[in-house]
């Protein structure tokens, strides 16, 4: 069983930084894809970043530029830096995992203030 728990949200101006963190339990950490997604008030949720277990990563276009994803595997973690944050990124922000099941954090509110 793999639980996630992210941190680090909170409310923040528009043109602000924060940095998200979700720690995951359980064995083998370092092998497994790690996601970042998203879902907005009344939208469908959706994928901001990805990084593998090579470290190789991917980002949703509307993040590109903006929004960093890390993983520091002797700390089953991963991070998504976010610079230049706008209204828009008002979200609930999730972390990801998918090993054969899928597992999901509860999630951790981001509020954007123009």
């Known amino acids: 069983q793999v639980q996630l728990v992210e941190s680090g949200g909170g409310l923040v101006q528009s043109g602000g930084s924060l940095r998200l963190s979700c720690v995951a339990s359980?064995?083998?950490?370092?092998?497994?894809?790690m996601d970042w997604y998203r879902q907005a008030p009344g939208k469908q949720r959706e994928m901001v970043a990805a990084i593998g277990n090579s470290g190789r990563t991917n980002y949703a276009d509307a993040v590109k530029g903006r929004f960093t994803i890390s993983r520091d595997n002797a700390k089953n973690t991963v991070y998504l830096q976010m610079n230049s944050l706008k209204p828009d990124n008002t979200a609930i922000y999730y972390c990801?995992?998918?090993?054969?099941?899928?597992?999901w954090g509860p999630g951790i509110q981001v509020t954007v203030s123009s």
């Open positions: 990801y995992q998918g090993r054969g099941s899928s597992y």
């Open positions: 359980g064995s083998g950490f370092w092998f497994y894809t």
